[in-house]
């Protein structure tokens, strides 16, 4: 939800170590991900428990933010939320997180 910021979570874990029934799972250097084929720690982060339990993870960290601030916005009906929604991609000022739900979502 927040990569507009972070990125999404396979750019941010950089390693995995896995333990199954049949061993240990650990990328041993950080290639890059096309000079070395498909990324193994994408397959498991994505199995959800079935190849393993993942028991160490090296993820990239970022400082906190010196502001944070949580607001909702309120819109008279559907279209003028798409409009907003719309008009916030055509600005250089990316929110970390910003969702549009109707009031059955909510």
Known sequence: MKKNT????EDIVQNITMVSSKGTYQKMSLWPR?????DLNHLIMGSEGNYGLITEAVIKVKPLPEVRIFDSILFYDWEAGIKFMYEVSLT??????CRLVDNIQF
């Open 6 to 9: 972070y990125g999404n979570i």
């Open 34 to 38: 096309v000079s070395n084929g498909p």
């Open 92 to 97: 250089n000022s990316y929110p970390t997180s």
